[in-house]
């Protein structure tokens, strides 16, 4: 039925060897340069790593829009929060006094702080969008400590690819890459609008990232972990959404 | 019904490109390869984006104007849809499953294939003069009695001449010009825009539409023209007769080449 001449068979067979091989090639680079994500498995996998991969290689350093103070949301919507736990409860009745956030993993010297270790430490703030990936969206300025500040205190070591940073709230823990780590409108945030952070949105003390959707911006921070590889954390997706089926990363 | 320079046109003067319809179907197929391939690629994306787009408005069927909006603000307007999240107020005495993971997922996967499936389609489209010879207007169709016939036969439920098997009207001309640079481009964009690390990068992408919040309204106005473009067309292939002209978009045969030859 198909008339198939030589030529054309051996071009086709060409252009599939140099399309296969060019595939290869761009998986082999894109490992190397760090532009596939831990979730890259599975059928969603293609789109995942494509994006991921595209908004290293176009957003690595961009900044997330900042807003006038004049357009700060009046009702910033804190979303529903799980119940809160009575270790969570204890250290609310102290005023947060013992909160600690634990820094370990590949650092030259792992460390913990307290809310008012954090809050010496040099004071930043932007006024940004915090998206949520249902589709709704509020402006709040957000004060913190950036979390680049607090890795350098304890020393990454060179090899370091991921910060793991994990809540108090039972089995929700995130991850994020050294580029969006070491980004300067990453915080380790305490302060919202002026105030400390209510416990609505996080307080005391939440991961909050501009550039990537609501729900990685976890709230009740206690530990973060430096590491090369994130095999050994959960089922080694990157993070509990992962599992839950959401995408490890949210930039889009 | 005195229109200016269309008075001494009947209204067949737009249809007859093709003087031996026998020769033609030898030489070259109503579609070319690469359209009929990226046809079916994007009629896949298409659906996949269209059912998962429904599931992540599910989660927040409420749309703003601006910048920001949320349950605690005052929306555009509302869908009258059950939700998927409980704080979304719909008046629904129960709340949907959560469907975001998968949707989410998919929707950005079928996107990547329809955007890099559609750059494919639209560079070939200009290498091979396609939208010149096949989709752009020619003077005599765009006078408006063509164009009013051609929208008013379909009403009717009137089947095209055998001629229309073999090239497009002024008004499918345009059509499918307006779907596919601008149409597509905006969806594109404005589903771009509600990214926030592209907008990080084109802040521009989002101010020129208006806000992130209006970006999304935008986005979705625009799939809703796109589902109703999907109607028109759907209903134009089934009164040129269903299996002949899908059998044209597979096989690139038109269904027509035995009445001709």
Redesign the interface.
């Known amino acids: 039925m198909i008339n198939l001449s030589r030529r054309k068979l051996i071009v086709s067979g060409l252009a599939a060897t140099a399309g296969a091989s060019g595939l290869a090639a761009a998986a082999r680079l894109a490992l190397k340069y760090g532009l596939v994500p831990p979730d890259h498995g599975g059928i969603?996998g293609?789109?995942?790593t494509?994006?991921y991969a595209s908004?290293r290689l176009?957003?690595r350093h961009?900044?997330?829009?900042e807003?006038p103070r004049n357009?700060i949301?009046s009702?910033?919507?804190p979303?529903?929060l799980a119940p809160l736990t009575e270790d969570f409860k204890r250290l609310q009745a102290g005023g947060f006094a013992d909160w600690r956030l634990s820094l370990d993993g590949m650092v030259h010297q792992p460390a913990s702080f307290s809310i008012a270790d954090l809050k010496n430490c040099p004071s930043r703030s932007h006024i940004t969008?915090l998206?949520?990936?249902?589709?709704?969206?509020?402006?709040a300025e957000w004060i913190g400590v950036p979390l680049s500040h607090v890795l350098h205190l304890v020393g990454v070591q060179p090899q370091a690819r991921y910060v793991v940073y994990v809540s108090m709230e039972p089995d929700t823990w995130d991850s994020i890459d050294m580029a969006d780590a070491l980004h300067p409108q990453t915080f380790l945030c305490y302060g919202m609008n002026g105030s400390e952070l209510p416990v609505a949105h996080g307080g005391p003390l939440r991961m909050r990232l501009?550039?990537?959707?609501g729900y990685k911006n976890v709230k009740f921070i206690t530990r973060l972990t430096v590491t090369d590889s994130l095999k050994g954390f959960g089922k080694g997706l990157g993070s509990a959404a992962c599992e839950?089926?959401?995408?490890w990363y949210t930039?889009? | 019904m005195a229109i200016p320079g269309s008075a001494q046109l009947p209204a067949e003067t737009s249809i007859p490109r093709v003087v031996s319809t026998a020769a033609v179907t030898k030489l070259a197929p109503r579609h070319s390869a690469l359209v009929r391939v990226t046809h079916w690629i994007t009629t896949l994306c298409f659906f996949a984006l269209l059912v998962t787009g429904i599931e992540i408005v599910i989660s927040h069927p409420r749309f703003y104007w601006g910048e920001t909006g949320t349950v605690l603000t005052t929306p555009l307007f509302q869908l009258p849809i059950p939700s998927s999240r409980r704080l979304v107020p719909t008046g629904y005495g129960y709340v949907l499953p959560d469907q975001n993971g998968w949707s989410r997922a998919l929707h950005f996967e079928a996107a990547w294939i329809a955007v890099l499936t559609g750059l494919l389609y639209v560079i070939s489209g200009l290498l091979t003069r396609h939208f010149r010879k096949d989709l752009v207007p020619s003077k005599a169709d765009l006078s408006w009695r063509v164009l009013l016939t051609s929208f008013a036969k379909p009403l009717r439920f009137e089947r095209p001449s055998a001629a229309e098997a073999f090239s497009y009207n002024g008004l499918q001309r345009l059509t499918y010009l307006f779907v596919i640079f601008v149409l597509f481009p905006l969806v594109i964009w404005s589903g771009l825009a509600m990214s926030l690390a592209f907008a990080s990068a084109f802040p521009w992408s989002v101010t020129l539409l208006g806000g992130r919040q209006s970006a999304r309204t935008i986005h979705f106005f625009v799939s809703l023209a796109l589902v109703l473009f999907l109607f028109a067309h759907v209903l134009m292939v089934c009164l040129a007769g269903f299996w002949s002209r899908t059998g044209a978009m597979i096989t690139g045969r038109t269904g027509t080449r035995k009445e001709h030859t």
Do not use: D
């Open positions: 969603y293609l789109g995942e494509l994006t908004h176009l957003t961009s900044l997330a829009r807003f357009r949301s009702r910033p919507f979303n529903e969008e998206a949520c990936e249902e589709g709704w969206s509020y402006i501009p550039r990537q959707i839950a089926g959401y995408a930039g889009i």
